[in-house]
T-cell receptor
Framework: GAVVSQHPSRVICKSGTSVKIECRSLDFQATTMFWYRQFPKQSLMLMATSNEGSKATYEQGVEKDKFLINHASLTLSTLTVTSAHPEDSSFYIC???????????FGPGTRLTVL | GENVEQHPSTLSVQEGDSAVIKCTYSDSASNYFPWYKQELGKGPQLIIDIRSNVGEKKDQRIAVTLNKTAKHFSLHITETQPEDSAVYFCAASGYSTLTFGKGTMLLVSP
């Protein structure tokens, strides 16, 4: 199998606080993980690509100081939304893939609500 | 960069009918085309994929066709069931990252 988990599934926080979301590949080693953002009734927008042990590559328009990504091991990547504001409220989804393979396996997503 | 167009945005069918969703891509270097199913509040689930060296692939009621010359690929679902109701996304990839279409909401009525 190829199972990807995310934690938490839902988080509500106050404006100005930071939130960390974890993405884990449970039964395979993920050399590359991806972070997406999805607004209601819209498609997935790639935020950044992270390779284990390297700095993340951010897509144009994504603030790297606001969305901190760490990929410290072959099974774990984290996304930290710093100084969150209501406009950061969204559905955040990670995906992971094995080295040399094309297929991305997605996590179940994290619903972030910033009050 | 890559651009993926997906049609239709909404598709309503009766249970047992077939459903077809079409996508076009712009970058001739793209060589991997997955399809994902996303249910409300959940992450996308891979249902089938195809690579550019293959023209068609089937898995039970689901099939995907690829026309590299025209840069078209399509998802075909036969004998639709109410549990097929979801949003379906096509995607194209040539350099590791995926570019997604805007999605098709499939509604299967009993």
């Amino acid at each position: 199998g190829a199972v990807v988990s995310q934690h938490p599934s839902r988080v509500i926080c106050k404006s100005g606080t930071s939130v960390k979301i974890e993405c884990r590949s449970l039964d395979f080693q993920a050399t590359t993980m991806f972070w997406y953002r999805q607004f209601p009734k819209q498609s997935l927008m790639l935020m950044a690509t992270s390779n284990e042990g390297s700095k993340a590559t951010y897509e144009q328009g994504v603030e790297k100081d606001k969305f901190l990504i760490n990929h410290a091991s072959l099974t774990l990547s984290t996304l930290t939304v710093t100084s969150a504001h209501p406009e950061d409220s969204s559905f955040y989804i990670c995906s992971a893939k094995r080295e040399g393979m094309d297929t991305q396996y997605f996590g179940p997503g994290t619903r972030l609500t910033v009050l | 960069g890559e651009n993926v167009e997906q049609h239709p945005s909404t598709l309503s069918v009766q249970e047992g009918d077939s459903a077809v969703i079409k996508c076009t891509y712009s970058d001739s270097a793209s060589n991997y085309f997955p399809w994902y199913k996303q249910e409300l509040g959940k992450g996308p689930q891979l249902i089938i994929d195809i690579r550019s060296n293959v023209g068609e692939k089937k898995d039970q009621r689901i099939a995907v066709t690829l026309n590299k010359t025209a840069k078209h690929f399509s998802l075909h679902i036969t004998e639709t069931q109410p549990e097929d109701s979801a949003v379906y996304f096509c995607a194209a990839s040539g350099y590791s990252t995926l570019t997604f279409g805007k999605g098709t909401m499939l509604l299967v009525s009993p």
